[in-house]
């Protein structure tokens, strides 16, 4: 019972492996060492967004020495604010015909990533910090965090390994927080499907994809391999690093 009482007051995230495609029947109180999936996932097509580093649906703002490498994009909306100071190493479309096409085609990544399931998807709780993720499908029925250590994609050898991370509700990182890649894993072929908004804590690194149906917050110094892309909110900038990958 003490162990039980110590792992709750740490909010350490509990691990549930699937027993059929059924979410609902997942009872993600029941901690186990995260499995290896057999199911490969394949990656998810991102269209005329995939050129984008940011694309935003209401508004792009930056405070500080923000580089971004990739495109910046919105749509709708008229405002991306912040650059200069920000550098932009690419081009900046508001919508434009590209930023509205590459806009649809985030909606359709979305519902994509939304609508992945198998039989061996594997359920996420709470505080993610400190786990190693192999390649698969993850699903949480609210929000994630890595808060209480670093978060670790392996590919286990294969460069092309896909992982789907599947939020119901919102993603955050603490300041310092980590996503380490080993294995051969890819920023490129991780997507997080975030149900509302994402916020990155100070200092933080942070891989892969991230499609929220909010807004997406990097506080300072925060940095990113990988694409912030929204449906309806805006991107908040102070001094990160941005690059498309």
């Known amino acids: 019972m003490k162990i039980k009482n110590l792992l709750s ?12 495609c059924d979410k609902d029947d997942a009872d993600p109180s029941n901690p186990t060492t995260i499995p290896v999936q057999t199911t490969v996932q394949t990656t998810i097509p991102l269209g005329d967004a995939a050129n984008f580093a940011i694309l ?13 490498t990739g495109d910046i994009g919105l749509s709708p909306g008229t405002s991306i604010g912040g650059f200069p100071p920000g550098i932009l190493n690419g081009t900046q479309h508001i919508s434009d015909p590209i930023a509205d096409q590459a806009k649809l085609d985030i909606i359709d990544a979305y519902n994509n990533v939304a609508a992945r399931t198998c039989t061996d998807v594997v359920t996420l709780s709470g505080n993610i910090g400190g786990l190693t993720l192999t ?49 051969g894993a890819s920023a490129s072929n991780i997507f997080w499907n975030v149900g509302s908004s994402a916020t990155f804590g100070t200092t933080s690194v942070m891989k892969g994809t991230i499609l929220a149906t909010e807004s997406i917050t990097f506080n300072t110094g925060a940095t990113l391999d990988g694409r912030a892309l929204t449906r309806i909110g805006g991107v908040t900038l102070e001094g990160n690093t941005i690059v498309k990958y």
């Open 56 to 68: 935003a649906g209401s508004e792009v703002t930056n405070t500080g020495a923000t580089v971004i």
């Open 9 to 20: 007051t740490f909010a350490i995230a509990s691990v549930v492996l699937m027993a059929s």
């Open 135 to 183: 390649p698969g499908l993850y699903f949480s029925t609210s929000s994630l965090a890595i808060s209480s250590g670093d978060l670790t994609f392996d590919a286990q050898g294969n460069a092309n390994a896909v992982f789907i991370i599947q939020i119901a509700s919102t993603l955050t990182t603490t300041s310092g927080r980590k996503v380490i890649l080993s294995g």
